[in-house]
């Protein structure tokens, strides 16, 4: 006499095996890209091969082109996930206060991240590689209009100023992702920072619309 399979049971013992396969690859996945923005901190963008990022996740470079087909698809999650870090920390930061001005010093701790340097390297790299620019210039687009379309709904209250929001929310990045690159490379007096930091928070404050 035959066994007739249930096709419901068997269904059922196949999702916990895919689930735990999709764990494990996404696991992977991150691990990469961890490893990525570790090897590009410690050696440089041009530095930073396969084989090195496969060894430092502790990979064969086969396995590592399993997750990725090529180092190409790799750098482009790595900086995709370095965005995402960027917005986390954003909406973290915003937590301290609905004022843009609260973001400052919040921001500052953000900029001496791993991450940060690792996309402060990609971004210069970017410069002189056109292979890299393909890559990062769009992807920088895509992460503007995140962050201006966050930064409007965490912060209504600007909404009746928008260009002088825009312009208090540009002059944050660009004031204090600047300072971090100059810290990196050693052109920024530790003894200016907090000063600066301060002068930053007040001028946006006079920037904020009145009655608000």
């Known amino acids: ?59 064969s470079r086969g396995a590592m082109l399993h997750h990725f087909e090529n180092g190409t698809a790799l750098i ?28 400052v010093h919040a ?3 953000q900029v001496q991240k791993p991450g940060f340097v690792a996309f402060h390297e990609l971004a ?3 410069r002189t ?10 992807l920088q687009v895509e992460f503007r209009e995140r962050f201006h379309q966050e930064a409007v709904e965490m912060f209504p209250e600007w909404r009746a100023d928008p260009a002088s929001f825009d312009r208090a929310m540009t002059l944050s990045q660009v004031v204090v992702e600047g300072m971090a690159s100059s810290r ?3 052109s920024l007096d530790e003894a200016m920072i907090e000063p600066m930091l301060t002068m930053l928070e007040d001028q946006i404050r006079t920037m904020k619309p009145q009655g608000s």
């Open 1 to 59: 006499m035959s066994t007739m399979t249930n096709p419901s049971a068997a269904t059922a013992r196949a999702e916990p095996v895919q689930t735990q396969q999709s764990l494990k690859s996404a696991q992977t996945r991150a691990r990469l890209v961890d490893a990525v923005i570790r090897c590009i901190v410690k050696y440089g963008y041009n530095k930073t091969t396969t084989p090195r990022i496969a060894e430092e996740a502790g990979l």
């Open 76 to 103: 482009k999650t790595t900086i995709i996930e370095l965005h995402e870090k960027r917005l986390r920390a954003f909406r973290r930061a915003s937590d301290s206060g609905h004022d843009p001005t609260h973001l």
């Open 107 to 109: 921001y500052w701790r």
């Open 124 to 126: 210069l790299a970017a």
């Open 129 to 138: 590689d056109p292979d890299l620019a393909k890559i990062l210039h769009p």
């Open 184 to 186: 990196l490379t050693g």
